[in-house]
């Protein structure tokens, strides 16, 4: 078992490329996040799937886009790379028990670190 | 004010030591209260969860909640150096079940 798997580890962009920062997880996992962590401000969830097919905004959305491709995969794409950008950047899944959302341990993957110039 | 709140530290104690870290928060009906550890340059790792008032104990990790103060606190006996690393607290907000952190407070155990 891999757990969380993320791809790129590390990834510098200049200002207004685009780029596509990719999730999976093989424990068969219902939930999906995408998190940024930046100095002094903690976890900051940007996207998440709470199953396959859905996708809902978290607490900064702005600027970027997701895609749960199946149950494995949710990846995070950036449109126009901004220097507000960078970060690191993790994902992490859930195994979302019946009426009980979000009580699951959140399993995290290594993380990206983003760079944008 | 945040909606959840820990002192960034750094917090240093001595090994053998009993670190005690705290947290507080906003929201009144949350519900679920986690706290993960993170060493530097790695991803967060759960270590404990806590759902009910009063202590929960894990080997040297000891989780304590009192939902009227709305206070969540780490105890960690007999620390160790390994245990030098930032702690989140995380909390279950009232938005859709989501985890929202704290911004996390730096241990450095001294040998």
């Known amino acids: 078992n891999a757990g969380v798997t993320q791809t790129p580890k590390f990834q510098v962009l200049k200002t207004g490329q685009s780029m596509t920062l990719q999730c999976a997880q093989d424990m068969n996992h219902n939930s999906m996040y995408w998190y940024r962590q930046d100095p002094g401000m903690g976890l900051r969830l940007i996207y998440y799937s709470a199953s396959e097919g859905t996708t809902d905004k978290g607490e900064v959305p702005n600027g970027y886009n997701v895609s749960r491709l199946n149950k494995r995969e949710f990846s995070l794409r950036l449109e126009s790379a901004a220097p507000s950008q960078t970060s690191v950047y993790f994902c992490?899944?859930?195994?979302?028990?019946?009426?009980?959302?979000?009580?699951?341990?959140?399993?995290f993957g290594p993380g990206t670190r983003l760079t944008v110039l | 004010q945040k909606e959840v709140e820990q002192n960034s530290g750094p917090l240093s104690v001595p090994e053998g030591a009993i670190a005690s870290l705290n947290c507080t928060y906003s929201d009144r009906v949350s519900q679920s209260f986690f706290w993960y550890r993170q060493y530097s340059g790695k991803s967060p790792e759960l270590i404990m969860s806590?759902?009910?008032?009063g202590d929960k104990e894990d080997g040297r990790f000891t989780a304590q909640l009192n939902k009227a103060s709305q206070y969540v606190s780490l105890l960690i006996r007999d620390s160790q150096p390994s245990d030098s690393a930032t702690y989140l607290c995380a909390v279950i907000g009232n938005q859709g079940g989501k985890l929202i952190f704290g911004q996390g407070t730096e241990l450095s155990v001294k040998p």
């Open positions: 992490a899944s859930s195994e979302v028990r019946s009426g009980r959302f979000g009580t699951d341990t959140q399993y």
């Open positions: 806590i759902y009910s008032n």
